[in-house]
């Protein structure tokens, strides 16, 4: 079922809670799911609960073939979590160290005992959705655009820049 991930993400969280367990539980999951029942009644589960989750939309922009902006109602994932009084966080899914600062801060919380956040990474997918998909339903030159910012070419650049050698990132 789409966006169902958060429902289990909620149950496993609620058992981690009930068992005393100091562990976090982290659900990954699509903008296309978050337009689904179970997205939110994952979320509401949750917060009520004040549930060790890590709650994380890779928003790529497009839920399967459809452009999911024009299919969305409000201002989208982080919207919907702070409307169910969950703290959310977006961030360039593309900026690797942005990411990682961001999902430090927010299991950092989480750890301390805060209840569930949510992480909203807006990225793009450069490919189609499924390995058959020639993803003919996207702009070219927005492809192109999103090749160009690919978050590993990025954070290439970003080490060369800070003195990592060739070799060193090659390794990586």
Known sequence: VVGDGSRVAAGAADALQRRGL???VA????????????FLEGLNWACVYHLPVLFVCE???????????PMTAGEGVSARARALGIPAMRVDG???EA??????????????GAGPRLLHAVTYRIKGHVSVDAGSYR???EVQAAVAADPLHRARRRLLERGVTEAAIDAI
């Open 27 to 38: 659900c990954f999951f699509g903008d296309g799911a978050a337009n689904r029942g179970p």
């Open 59 to 69: 928003d790529n922009r497009i839920s399967a073939t459809t452009a999911t902006g």
């Open 139 to 141: 702009d070219a030159d």
């Open 99 to 112: 990411v990682d600062a961001a999902t430090r801060s927010l299991t950092d919380e989480i750890r301390g």
């Open 94 to 96: 593309n900026d690797i």
């Open 22 to 24: 100091p562990h976090l």
